[in-house]
Structures are given as structure tokens and as C-alpha cells.
């Protein structure tokens, strides 16, 4: 075996030691959080005046593990940036390193904002919004399943969007973004982010604009960013030559 096997055998051999840990620490963080999944379902629903209803036994497993998830994920976010730190590790400078291993717990804050935003604001919206379109004509009957499955698919979204300045400017200390280059792609990423806007949404103006200014706002934030680190990193080149 040569040494571009051997390299690449440790290479793979590193990478399913980090893969295991961080399933391994999702795994254990999903039966944790399934442990007081109770005070979280009691949580969410303290100010909804809205009954729920179950239609068999196996939804009310459905609804602990989808929000027993949400929280692992959460949490394993951190861990997971720190793994994959570990596993890139050997390929950054000294400065790299200390730059990159500073992004970690923004990867954790920004996805609680995103989520946060997503419940406080986003989610009394939508589902203020569609609840006045039956008006009279129809009885509300809304299962814990049907429920928390589209709180889940409005809220979750944004705790990966919100994530977009961290990785943006990740991308840009490791050289592979550039503020110029996402200049030059602004009316395409703008474009992008109108349209996941508007599909996660009701179809009214109001409901858009909430959505779209902010996530607009991160772009413009995350270039922001990247320039920055952008000049900090030409700088730091320059020291060393």
C-alpha cells in the first residue's frame, strides 16, 4: 500500500471516528431530552388556548421525539462544528485554527435566534393567518401530530438560515468565498432567499415582507462579515511576507 492510500485510509478511518461521535452524541442528547420532553411540551403549549388531540397512541411517541430532536439538534450543532474543526484541523495554520474555532458557539447562538424568530414571529403569523381564513364555516380540530409537524417545518428553517453569516464567513477564512464574489452574487442569492421567503409563508404580502426583509438583512450582514475577515485574513498575509 502506498502512501496516497495510507493517507487516504486515515483520512476516512479520522472521519468515521468524528461521524460516530457526533451520532453517538445526538443519540444521547435525543434520550436526555426525551427524559423532560414533558416540561418541554408543557412549555410550548403554557399560552395556546388551543386543544390538541391524538388519534392513537403512536402519535403521542411522534410528538416527544420530534421535539425531544429539535432539541438534540440543537445542542449537537456545537459538537458537530467541533468535530468537523477537529477533522480539518491538520489542514489550517495556527491562525486558522484559532480564527475558525471561535465560530463555534455563533453556530449554536444563531441557530437559537433562527429558531426563536421562527416560533415568537413567524409562527403566530402563519397560523393566525390560516385560522382566519375558515372563519365560521369550519370547526378547528388540530391533532398534536398535524400540530407540531407545522410548527417543526416553519420554525426549523430559520435556525438553518440564521446560520448563513457564521458559514459564510467560515468559508471566507478558509479562501473559499470572497466578498467581491458574493457581490456579484447578490441577485441571485437574493432571488434565492424571496423565493424559500415565500414558499414557507401564507400567501399574503404582510406574511412575506416579515420573512424577506430579515433574511435579506442576514445577507447583507453575512457580506458585511466576509469583508472583514476578508481584510483581516489579506492583512495577516501580508505580516507574514
Not at 3 to 11: A, C, K, R, T
Not at 71 to 100: D, G, M, N
Not at 124 to 151: C, H, Q, R, W
Given at each position: 500500500?502506498?502512501?496516497?492510500?495510507?493517507?487516504?485510509?486515515?483520512?476516512l478511518t479520522e472521519m468515521r471516528k468524528r461521524i460516530i461521535i457526533i451520532l453517538g452524541s445526538f443519540m444521547l442528547l435525543?434520550?436526555?431530552?426525551?427524559?423532560?420532553?414533558?416540561?418541554?411540551?408543557?412549555?410550548?403549549?403554557?399560552?395556546?388556548?388551543?386543544?390538541?388531540?391524538?388519534?392513537?397512541?403512536?402519535?403521542?411517541?411522534?410528538?416527544?421525539?420530534?421535539?425531544?430532536?429539535?432539541?438534540?439538534?440543537?445542542?449537537?450543532?456545537?459538537?458537530?462544528?467541533?468535530?468537523?474543526?477537529?477533522?480539518?484541523?491538520?489542514?489550517?495554520?495556527?491562525?486558522?485554527?484559532?480564527?475558525?474555532?471561535?465560530?463555534?458557539?455563533?453556530?449554536?447562538?444563531?441557530?437559537?435566534?433562527?429558531?426563536?424568530?421562527?416560533?415568537?414571529?413567524?409562527?403566530?403569523?402563519?397560523?393566525?393567518?390560516?385560522?382566519?381564513?375558515?372563519?365560521?364555516?369550519?370547526?378547528?380540530?388540530?391533532?398534536?401530530?398535524?400540530?407540531?409537524?407545522?410548527?417543526?417545518?416553519?420554525?426549523?428553517?430559520?435556525?438553518?438560515?440564521?446560520?448563513?453569516?457564521?458559514?459564510?464567513?467560515?468559508?471566507?477564512?478558509?479562501?473559499?468565498?470572497?466578498?467581491?464574489?458574493?457581490?456579484?452574487?447578490?441577485?441571485?442569492?437574493?432571488?434565492?432567499?424571496?423565493?424559500t421567503a415565500v414558499l414557507i409563508t401564507p400567501p399574503d404580502f404582510v406574511s412575506d415582507v416579515i420573512v424577506i426583509v430579515?433574511?435579506?438583512?442576514?445577507?447583507?450582514?453575512?457580506?458585511?462579515?466576509?469583508?472583514?475577515?476578508?481584510?483581516?485574513?489579506?492583512?495577516?498575509?501580508?505580516?507574514?511576507?
Open positions: 500500500m502506498n502512501s496516497v492510500e495510507m493517507n487516504l485510509v486515515d483520512h435525543l434520550i436526555l431530552a426525551f427524559v423532560f420532553v414533558k416540561d418541554i411540551y408543557d412549555w410550548i403549549i403554557q399560552d395556546s388556548s388551543i386543544k390538541l388531540a391524538i388519534l392513537g397512541p403512536s402519535d403521542i411517541i411522534w410528538v416527544y421525539l420530534t421535539l425531544s430532536g429539535i432539541v438534540a439538534i440543537a445542542v449537537t450543532i456545537p459538537i458537530a462544528a467541533h468535530q468537523i474543526w477537529l477533522f480539518v484541523k491538520p489542514a489550517l495554520s495556527s491562525a486558522e485554527r484559532k480564527v475558525t474555532l471561535a465560530y463555534i458557539p455563533s453556530l449554536f447562538i444563531l441557530f437559537i435566534a433562527g429558531i426563536s424568530f421562527g416560533y415568537f414571529v413567524i409562527f403566530p403569523i402563519v397560523f393566525d393567518f390560516l385560522l382566519s381564513l375558515s372563519g365560521d364555516l369550519f370547526m378547528n380540530f388540530f391533532t398534536a401530530e398535524k400540530y407540531f409537524g407545522f410548527m417543526v417545518n416553519i420554525v426549523l428553517p430559520f435556525g438553518c438560515l440564521f446560520e448563513l453569516p457564521v458559514i459564510i464567513m467560515f468559508l471566507t477564512s478558509l479562501g473559499i468565498l470572497n466578498p467581491y464574489r458574493l457581490q456579484k452574487m447578490r441577485r441571485y442569492s437574493y432571488f434565492g432567499l424571496i423565493v430579515p433574511l435579506l438583512f442576514l445577507y447583507e450582514c453575512s457580506v458585511l462579515l466576509s469583508k472583514i475577515v476578508y481584510r483581516r485574513k489579506q492583512k495577516q498575509e501580508l505580516d507574514l511576507t
